[in-house]
């Protein structure tokens, strides 16, 4: 026989206590005192209490152990940080396999396991954005690279700035187009003096670093549901 979740309405087995799913304790009725009736497994509020909370140390030990190769890979200074989103996702997921293998019951609910994620996405992403923005301060001024740095700008920044600006006047009036181009100018020359571009890059790197939480909270969670259908907590 089988019953359906009342939070997320997948199928669940009639002897089971938690969801596969989402990892909501399931109401069981037991057949005690009746004859040719088994009366299934019970539940209990320490398994369910240890499945839906954290134990920060040895969670925070194992989002650290990620975190820090993820952060490296996502940073500026990686070859490969282009695929930082990823990185960031695997990192988590990881982070939350080792944690549940520490655990008993070995399974944890989704939200524990996008908590974890959490923690180690801010981890990771701190750690990125700091080398990110540490590897630019020495190309510029102690690797003497501003020319290179000041030509990758203006790539990403100031060209895809103006490229935009045109688009949006495109389909104005003449009266309005002139309006809006002097502004977007006056923001175009910020953008351009030092101030300007300091802060172009420090928002570049912090609208990054908040992808690669988002990734992380995602991987966390998505860890904690695939170990949810392969386990179940013993009680």
Same mark, same amino acid.
């Given at each position: 026989?089988?019953?359906?979740?009342?939070?997320?309405?997948?199928?669940?087995?009639?002897?089971?206590?938690?969801?596969?799913?989402?990892?909501?304790?399931?109401?069981?009725?037991?057949?005690?005192g009746?004859?040719?009736?088994?009366?299934?497994?019970?539940?209990?509020?320490?398994?369910?209490?240890?499945?839906?909370?954290?134990?920060?140390?040895?969670?925070?030990?194992?989002?650290?152990?990620?975190?820090?190769?993820?952060?490296?890979?996502?940073?500026?200074? @990686? +070859?490969?940080?282009?695929?930082?989103?990823?990185?960031?996702?695997?990192?988590?997921?990881?982070?939350?396999?080792?944690?549940?293998r520490?655990?008993? +019951?070995?399974?944890?609910?989704?939200?524990?396991?996008?908590?974890?994620?959490?923690?180690?996405?801010?981890?990771?992403?701190?750690?990125?954005?700091?080398?990110?923005?540490?590897?630019?301060?020495?190309?510029?001024?102690?690797?003497?690279?501003?020319?290179?740095?000041?030509?990758?700008?203006?790539?990403l920044?100031?060209?895809?700035?103006?490229?935009?600006?045109?688009?949006?006047? @495109?389909?104005?009036?003449?009266?309005?187009?002139?309006?809006?181009? @002097?502004?977007?100018?006056?923001?175009?020359?910020?953008?351009? @003096?030092?101030?300007?571009?300091?802060?172009?890059?420090?928002?570049?790197?912090?609208?990054?670093?908040?992808?690669?939480?988002?990734?992380?909270?995602?991987?966390?969670?998505?860890?904690?549901?695939?170990?949810?259908?392969?386990?179940?907590?013993?009680?």
């Open positions: 026989m089988e019953m359906t979740c009342t939070r997320c309405h997948q199928t669940v087995q009639a002897d089971s206590c938690y969801c596969p799913a989402c990892g909501l304790p399931q109401l069981v009725y037991t057949a005690e009746v004859p040719g009736q088994v009366a299934p497994e019970q539940w209990n509020e320490a398994a369910v209490k240890d499945a839906s909370t954290v134990d920060w140390k040895p969670a925070l030990r194992a989002a650290v152990m990620l975190a820090v190769p993820a952060g490296l890979l996502s940073s500026m200074i @990686s +070859p490969m940080g282009f695929l930082g989103l990823f990185w960031m996702a695997v990192a988590a997921a990881w982070a939350v396999v080792l944690y549940v520490s655990q008993q +019951p070995a399974w944890i609910t989704i939200g524990a396991g996008a908590r974890i994620g959490l923690v180690t996405g801010l981890l990771g992403a701190w750690l990125a954005f700091g080398i990110s923005g540490g590897a630019l301060f020495v190309q510029r001024y102690a690797l003497h690279q501003s020319s290179d740095i000041d030509r990758l700008y203006k790539t920044f100031l060209d895809t700035f103006q490229e935009r600006t045109q688009q949006s006047i @495109s389909g104005m009036s003449s009266s309005d187009a002139a309006q809006v181009q @002097s502004q977007f100018a006056q923001l175009q020359t910020w953008m351009a @003096s030092p101030d300007g571009r300091a802060g172009m890059w420090a928002l570049g790197f912090a609208l990054n670093s908040m992808f690669l939480l988002f990734f992380a909270v995602a991987g966390g969670a998505l860890g904690a549901r695939i170990l949810a259908r392969k386990r179940r907590p013993e009680v």
